[in-house]
């Protein structure tokens, strides 16, 4: 399974922007597609996740001013963040699952495939 995420990019803080992820290959059932983000120096978080019945979850961090959508035709998902602050600067990542779960998220790590990862700079 490959992952392709596009959309990061330099914007004012309190703007916009919107994240996809495509996913490609032996796809099969997927279950939660996420996303998660890692800052300069800091360890790689979760930001939320949407699983196969809909159902999204989302970090304290980003409650309120992101919202996960997934186009399951497409195996693509989607993160639209509003309000955005400095504090939000990172290299977003989307994920899947490498097998399949109900659960939102996997307990490591090493359970997701992962994309490349796209940059997201807020400027204040």
């Known amino acids: 399974v490959q992952l392709q995420a596009s959309g990061g990019g330099l914007v004012q803080a309190g703007g916009p922007l919107r994240l996809s992820c495509a996913a490609f290959?032996?796809?099969?059932?997927?279950?939660?597609m996420s996303w998660h983000r890692q800052a300069p120096g800091e360890q790689r978080e979760f930001v939320g996740s949407?699983?196969?019945?809909?159902?999204?979850n989302y970090a304290e961090s980003v409650k309120g001013r992101c919202t996960i959508s997934r186009d399951y035709a497409k195996n693509t998902v989607y993160l639209q963040m509003n309000s955005l602050e400095p504090d939000d600067t990172a290299v977003y990542y989307c994920?899947?699952?490498?097998?399949?779960?109900?659960?939102?998220?996997?307990?490591?790590?090493?359970?997701?495939?992962w994309g490349q990862g796209t940059e997201v700079t807020v400027s204040s």
């Open positions: 994920a899947v699952p490498k097998f399949w779960t109900s659960a939102y998220r996997c307990f490591t790590d090493r359970d997701y495939y």
């Open positions: 949407i699983t196969s019945e809909g159902i999204t």
């Open positions: 290959g032996s796809v099969g059932r997927i279950g939660a």
